[in-house]
């Protein structure tokens, strides 16, 4: 049972345009939600999150946004640079503290 | 702070031998968890502990895996007997209380292979 889904397994874009990386849960008790990157060889590091209470959050080029209706949040990274190249991971949350992951979307970002 | 420390780095065994994996989670975090990443499931949450104490270890595959906390600095996660299809990368993470700080801390990992 995938509560937390990312259906694409890789994206690929050209550097200086918006990456969309999508994520969908199934599970509407989830209410923080985080995304990870991770290099090869590397674990997974934070990179942004959103609480249920809110529908978007901006970090610099990242900013994530969170469709409750639609169970579906997504993270935009604008503009991409190659060093965004990686595994994206999203994971979601219920108030029990348990972080259930998605399977991981690659991003590739070409020169 | 070094951050969460993982041993071995890449451990390669036999099928039916036994294999210990271990963490060193980030001090005065009171979570742990095991996760193990494959392709197809991604990053699978296996058991966590608070206070060195298991909460939910409704992911842990079979009666194969265990995973103790001994300590707050020390955690093990055993296969016995490994089989092939438990290679994968084995990841440990810690954070702080919750509502404190939301975040994971992950280590670099253990990949492991089963022939």
């Known amino acids: 049972d995938q509560q937390v889904k990312q259906n694409s397994p890789s994206l690929s874009v050209q550097e200086g345009r918006i990456s969309i990386l999508n994520c969908d849960y199934t599970n509407s008790m989830f209410d923080y939600f985080l995304w990870y990157k991770k290099y090869p060889a590397e674990g997974p590091t934070f990179l942004i999150s959103i609480s249920s209470i809110k529908d978007k959050n901006e970090d610099g080029r990242f900013t994530v946004f969170l469709n409750k209706s639609a169970k579906h949040l997504s993270l935009h990274i604008v503009p991409s640079q190659p060093g965004d190249s990686a595994v994206y991971f999203c994971?979601?949350?219920?108030?029990?503290?348990?972080?259930?992951f998605g399977q991981g979307t690659t991003l590739q970002v070409k020169p | 702070d070094a951050g969460v420390i993982q041993s071995p780095r890449h451990e390669v065994t036999e099928m039916g031998q036994e294999v210990t994996l271990r963490c060193k989670p980030i001090s005065g975090h009171d979570y742990l968890f095991w996760y193990r990443q494959t392709m197809m499931r991604g990053l699978e949450l296996l058991i966590y502990?608070?206070?060195?104490?298991?909460?939910?270890d409704s992911g842990m595959p079979e009666d194969r895996f265990s995973a103790k906390m001994p300590n707050a600095s020390f955690s093990t996660l055993k296969i016995q007997p490994s089989e092939p299809r438990d290679s994968a990368v084995y990841f440990c993470?810690?954070?702080?209380?919750?509502?404190?700080?939301?975040?994971?801390?992950f280590g670099s990992g253990t990949q492991l292979s089963v022939l």
């Open positions: 994971a979601a949350r219920r108030f029990t503290g348990k972080l259930i």
């Open positions: 993470a810690s954070r702080g209380y919750r509502g404190a700080n939301e975040k994971l801390f």
């Open positions: 502990f608070n206070n060195n104490v298991p909460i939910d």
